[in-house]
C-alpha cells in the first residue's frame, strides 16, 4: 500500500471518530505531503452546507486540524472546490 492511500485510509478512519458536527459527510479528500484538504457536507438549518479543512498528519494515526485554514460554504459547492484547490496549490 502506497504512503498517500495509507494516510488517507487512516483519515476516513479518524474521521468517523471525529466528524464535524455540521459537515460530517466526506465528498472528497486530497493529501498532499502530511496534509490532508477534505471537502465535506452537510445538512444545517434546512440548507445544505459544504465545508473545507485542512488537517495535518502527526504520525501514527493521529490528526490535527490546521486552524484558520478552514472554510464553509452555503450551497456552494463550485466555491468549496475551489478554495480546495488553491489549499492544494498553496502547500
Not at 460530517?24 to 484538504?37: C, L, R, W
Not at 445538512?43 to 464553509?72: C, E, H, Q, W
Amino acid at each position: 500500500m502506497t504512503r498517500t492511500r495509507s494516510i488517507k485510509r487512516l483519515f476516513r478512519k479518524w474521521q468517523k471518530e471525529h466528524p464535524n458536527f455540521v459537515t460530517p459527510d466526506i465528498v472528497t479528500i486530497k493529501q498532499k505531503k502530511n496534509y490532508i484538504i477534505e471537502l465535506s457536507r452537510g445538512d444545517f438549518m434546512n440548507s445544505t452546507v459544504f465545508g473545507v479543512s485542512l488537517i495535518k498528519y502527526m504520525g501514527k494515526g493521529s490528526f490535527r486540524t490546521v486552524k484558520g485554514a478552514g472554510k464553509s460554504f452555503e450551497s456552494d459547492r463550485k466555491a468549496a472546490i475551489k478554495y480546495m484547490n488553491e489549499i492544494i496549490g498553496d502547500l
